[in-house]
């Protein structure tokens, strides 16, 4: 059973020792957030992977991304039934091969144009889907929404706030390396798990096997 949001920050107050006075609801909050784009910055894990789908308009070059972007994975065109990758470039690239929106065509190659935006070449000359694939912005655990690390990564999750609470308690030393000794097992633990073990197939790849000493007797 998934902890709640309640008894996480309870939980996180038993660890440290100290009360509301000291840790209030908002705080400890804010250890979250800190917390999940600290473990979102160090594991690309799945549940960040977000698709999104858009409309080009003829003679427009220029695209929106979604709200929520951190990273931008790859973009598609769908023409029909036809799915496209387009090719990544710099702006210098796609200024050169596209100066103006008057070279139009099916969109081959995109840029990123500022932080919200991608620039598609050539300009679209009519209406095509655009499928961004992307990673988010880690969603926020809180009274309200329930997030994979809190369900899945309790533990992960604990640890690296209670590095977070022991820094801003400002001690003890053999309290915060404890924790954070933990954390860094477990965020690798996660990595392995959703870098290594999630982005393989049994199929294709075999079962994950561990090598076991056999001395000679």
């Known amino acids: 059973m998934a902890i ?45 992977r977000k698709y999104s789908t858009s409309t080009t308009v003829a003679s427009q070059r220029y695209l929106n ?22 090719e990544k470039r710099d702006t210098s690239f796609i200024s050169e091969y596209a100066p103006d929106s008057t070279s139009t065509g099916l969109p081959k190659y995109f840029a990123n144009w500022d932080e919200t935006t991608i620039v598609l070449a050539p300009t679209p000359d009519q209406a095509y889907t655009i499928q961004v694939n992307y990673i988010q912005d880690p969603p926020h655990f809180n009274s309200s929404l329930q ?41 690798q633990a996660f990595a392995l798990q959703q870098m290594g073990r999630r982005r393989k197939s049994e199929y294709d790849s075999g079962v994950p096997r561990v090598k076991i000493p056999s001395p000679s007797p």
């Open 4 to 48: 709640t949001y309640s008894d996480f920050l309870t939980q996180v107050r038993n660890y440290t020792e100290v009360d509301s006075n000291v840790l209030s609801d908002s705080i400890i909050d804010q250890f979250i957030r800190d917390a999940e784009l600290r473990i979102a910055n160090e594991v690309d894990y799945d549940d960040t």
């Open 147 to 187: 997030t994979y690390l809190a369900k899945f990564q309790e533990n992960l999750l604990l640890y690296a706030v209670l590095v977070e609470a022991f820094s801003f308690l400002k001690g003890p030393a053999d309290m915060y390396n404890l924790y954070k000794n933990k954390y860094d097992e477990s965020i």
């Open 65 to 86: 991304m979604p709200g929520d972007t951190i990273v931008l994975r790859s973009v598609q065109v769908i023409n029909g039934n036809t799915r496209t990758f387009l």
